[in-house]
């Protein structure tokens, strides 16, 4: 049976940093497509950044306001997948939600931030970031 808990949410102020938990039960990290996910209070989820590994390649996948201030990383010892977030903005509250799904053996770059494409989620962790 998959487990993911997700941890590490926090109020901060705008320009603060956040790293995101998500402790998998059930699955392996180094080898599970992952991603994380986020919504905000009357709007749809969101695909924040997402990783498979495949073919000995690492992939990941970032949406255009995520870039350059995201990177999602795992620790296969501890089988925990990160997210890391700097330069924090206002519109970044949110809940963040960890998901997984099983592997097709592609890198499936095209659904990887489609929250219908993961099988298995979190509970998910709040996020505020205030002016």
């Known amino acids: 049976q998959v487990h993911l808990v997700e941890s590490g949410g926090d109020s901060v102020q705008a320009g603060g940093s956040l790293r995101l938990s998500c402790a998998a039960s059930g699955l392996t990290v180094s080898n599970t497509p992952m991603a994380w996910f986020r919504q905000a209070p009357g709007k749809e989820r969101e695909g924040v950044a997402s990783i498979d590994h495949v073919d000995s390649i690492s992939n990941t996948m970032y949406p255009e306001f995520a870039k350059g201030r995201v990177t999602i990383t795992r620790d296969s010892a501890a089988n925990i997948l990160y997210l890391q977030m700097n330069s924090l903005k206002p519109e970044d509250t949110a809940m963040y939600y960890c998901?997984?799904?099983?592997?097709?053996?592609?890198?499936?770059?095209?659904?990887?931030?489609?929250?219908?494409?993961?099988?298995?989620w979190g509970q998910g962790t709040q996020v505020t970031v205030s002016a």
């Open positions: 998901a997984a799904r099983p592997s097709t053996g592609s890198w499936e770059s095209n659904s990887s931030l489609r929250p219908a494409w993961y099988k298995y």
